[in-house]
């Protein structure tokens, strides 16, 4: 906690340094900066930091290296770099969303690394997005009090919702904290711009205040701000906390810890605090999204699936360039042993789920393969650093970061997940933890979220281990987020998973459909 007091008395010195006339703007709140760039890690990990636990869990018969922590790394970068060129082509909404252009570079890229590996029927095969993109084209956040400037909030991003007419809203800005019931009973939003404090517990995907907007809506307000308690000042996009016709935005920490200040100090000095949005978006229909497709002969015809998706919202290292590289290491560990797999493995670069779903296209364009398939196994989110908030600071009483965060020696815990499968399933994926040191949940669960949907759908049996974080669909999940140990922890255990269900009987797979 040293260093954290540093930090602080460090930055109640530069509001100091920042003279009379800057304190009383805002309310002696200072402003927050720009999106956090993504080449800096937003937590903690200073020079004695122990860094993460070492892996040892390589397969013994790994004698080209396609499970090696660096070599899987430097394919999340390649990744990666899919999404930035996105963003450098000015895309507001950036990635490899499915359906444009940085999607299907990926795929291609993929198919062309499956290929080099040896596996030569690798191929991409198009399909039409059954729904169309909503994208953003220009937007705007705007604070405004009377004597102070106004700010525009550098990390908004709108959600979609379902117009996509031009949206304005101006009117004052109300707290409702995390939007429950209770915190809601006595608080007037109508004609209002709400803000609500969104705490990933662990990320967006877990979070509680999803569908909060949508309540706030009912309620009166003219729009709603979902601040994210987040390291840094991060750009997030997540469909769940949106409208349906009023503009919402997500905004990250710094911008949050800034609205939650100024509103508390504006209400007791009685001058109110307002809000601006704008937001003009389009539809893209019928757009063409791609999946690469390969395959690695087995003794039998038998198939078991690995499957990891492409597509992402923003860097997405974590999800799920990881999971694609893991995905990448294996296709060329399992072409280059010298005997056949018991089963025949197919390697399905899923187009996505985020908006346009590949696996439901993979799985109508292939009855032959589906009504072969013993199991699923879906790679995603393998190895993100766990990161926590270590303290959560009033922008007032120092300035930004408004929290600290600091990295933890292991990765994110992870959901053991297997649906329509046994409890022989479950066991085996036990291993994870036992065998090969991944953190995972106490024990599994008959739930699958992710890329995962259509195959459980289909009735297949279908198993991942999958965790997010406080960078879920956000600009931070970042390669500095990815632990090198951690992707050959994730790719020893899936090679010995995969090993496992080839040799299984089929009835030690298939297992009762979920309850509803």
């Known amino acids: 906690m040293g260093r954290l007091a540093g930090r602080v008395a460090g930055f109640a010195a530069l509001a100091l340094m920042a003279g009379p006339a800057a304190a009383q703007a805002w309310f002696g709140t200072p402003t927050p900066g720009p999106v956090s760039p993504s080449d800096q890690p937003t937590f903690h990990a200073g020079p004695a930091s122990y860094g993460p636990t070492p892996a040892h869990v390589r397969p013994k018969d790994d004698t080209r290296g396609s499970l090696g922590g660096d070599r899987m790394m430097a394919d999340v970068r390649r990744i990666v770099g899919f999404s930035l060129a996105s963003k450098a082509a000015g895309d507001k909404l950036y990635g490899r969303i499915s359906g444009l252009p940085a999607e299907k570079a990926t795929v291609d890229w993929a198919v062309a690394k499956l290929k080099a590996s040896g596996l030569k029927d690798a191929h991409a095969e198009a399909y039409t997005s059954e729904a169309p993109l909503w994208l953003p084209v220009s937007f705007e956040a705007r604070v405004t009090s009377e004597g102070s400037p106004d700010v525009v909030l550098q990390s908004a991003m709108p959600i979609r919702n379902k117009t996509v007419k031009p949206a304005t809203a101006e009117g004052p800005l109300v707290f409702v904290g995390r939007g429950s019931p209770a915190e809601l009973a006595n608080v007037d939003v109508k004609g209002k711009i709400a803000v609500i404090n969104v705490v990933p517990d662990d990320s967006l995907f877990a979070a509680r205040e999803k569908g909060v907007a949508r309540e706030l809506e009912k309620r009166g307000a003219v729009g709603v701000i979902n601040a994210v308690e987040s390291p840094g000042n991060l750009l997030f996009y997540d469909n769940r906390y949106g409208c349906d016709a009023i503009p919402c935005f997500l905004v990250g920490g710094d911008d949050g810890a800034f609205l939650e200040s100024v509103i508390g100090k504006a209400a007791k000095a009685g001058k109110p605090v307002r809000l601006k949005l704008s937001l003009q978006a389009e539809e893209r229909p019928n757009l063409t999204a791609w999946n690469g497709v390969a395959t690695i002969p087995g003794k039998s015809r038998e198939v078991v699936i690995v499957n990891a998706h492409a597509d992402a919202w923003f860097d997405g290292a974590n999800d799920n360039a990881d999971g694609l590289a893991v995905f990448l290491g294996l296709a060329d560990y399992f072409a280059h042993r010298k005997e056949k797999p018991a089963r025949t493995l197919v390697f399905m670069v899923s187009g996505g789920h985020h908006t346009a779903v590949g696996a439901a296209a993979f799985i109508k364009a292939h009855p032959e393969i589906i009504k072969d398939t013993v199991l699923v196994m879906n790679l995603e989110h393998l190895a993100q650093i766990a990161v926590i908030q270590a303290a959560r600071l009033d922008p007032a009483a120092g300035g930004y970061p408004a929290g600290y965060w600091t990295a933890n020696t292991t990765e994110t815990t992870k959901q053991a997940g297997a649906v329509n499968a046994t409890p022989y399933v479950w066991a085996l994926m036990g291993k994870a933890s036992k065998r090969y040191g991944v953190v995972t949940s106490f024990e599994p669960t008959p739930s699958a979220p992710g890329d995962l949907g259509a195959y459980i759908r ?42 496992d269900v080839a040799k299984a009987p089929r009835d030690k797979l298939k297992g009762p459909p979920p309850p509803r």
Not at 487 to 498: D, P, V
């Open 458 to 499: 289909a009735g297949l049996p279908s198993a991942q281990l999958i965790s997010s974080e406080v960078y879920y669909h956000s600009s931070g999940d970042t390669p500095s987020t990815i632990s090198v140990p951690g992707l050959e922890r994730a790719a020893a255990f899936y090679a010995g998973f995969i090993d």
